[in-house]
């Protein structure tokens, strides 16, 4: 299976802050990579399709980027409603995995 | 708008058949555009991709679960199901059911709410 290793696991941020955070896959994945958003009680969301498409509710100041082994999802400028927990998943080989989730609080 | 929504018990025993539908509501799940998936989250845990079941009904599982997996559509009920034989303990989890894109990046664009299904005697 291909290992995704999130990192950090949890980053503390404030409201205005650029975080990124990075998804490594354990071998070349080309850019067959998604990342979503959990809250929790609530169902995850698409936050950003083949490793740099923005999905349509998504607003701007998030963007992906990368390609092969190394991820990163960006947002310029944290607002209240973005604190949760994302993932990256790897969708190239059987079994599609997720990484182990990065906690922004 | 397109909703998910699934269904099934939340208490089975070990070693039995743990069996949940998902009904697709305020569309048709009779579309090319879309494949669908399972997911689960285990408590504490990460996610955890289950299978794929594609348009034409051709499903894909994770091999650590394809022995004990099925999953079959009814598009005619415009519902999709899942089916684990054997189950155990570390079946325990949040059970989601998904639309994918079909693209090929195959994201997953809306999820079900999810349902717990606890394994325990």
């Known amino acids: 299976d291909i290992q995704m290793t999130q990192s950090p696991s949890s980053l503390s941020a404030s409201v205005g802050d650029r975080v990124t955070i990075t998804c490594r896959a354990s071998?070349?994945?080309?850019?067959?990579l998604n990342w979503y958003q959990h809250q929790p009680g609530k169902a995850p969301r698409l936050v950003i399709f083949?490793?740099?498409s923005l999905q349509r509710w998504v607003p701007s100041r998030f963007s992906g980027g990368g390609s092969g082994t190394d991820f990163t999802l960006t947002i310029s400028s944290l607002q209240p409603e973005d604190f949760a927990t994302y993932y990256c998943?790897?969708?190239?080989?059987?079994?599609?995995?997720f990484g182990q989730g990065t906690k922004l609080e | 708008q397109l909703q998910l929504q699934e269904s099934g018990p939340g208490l089975v025993k070990p070693s039995e058949t743990l069996s949940l539908t998902c009904t697709v509501s305020g569309g048709s799940m009779n579309n090319k555009t879309f494949y669908w998936d399972w997911i689960r989250q285990s408590p504490g845990k990460g996610l955890e991709w289950i299978g794929i079941?594609?348009?034409?009904?051709?499903?894909y599982y994770n091999p650590s679960l394809e022995s004990r997996v099925t999953m079959s559509r009814d598009t005619s009920k415009n519902q999709f199901s899942l089916k684990m034989t054997s189950v155990t303990a570390a079946d325990t989890a949040v059970y989601y059911c998904a639309r994918v894109l079909s693209i090929p990046s195959r994201p997953v664009d809306l999820w079900g709410q999810g349902t717990l299904v606890t394994v325990s005697s």
């Open positions: 079941i594609y348009y034409s009904g051709t499903t």
């Open positions: 071998q070349t994945i080309s850019n067959f």
């Open positions: 083949a490793a740099s």
């Open positions: 998943q790897q969708t190239f080989v059987n079994p599609y995995t």
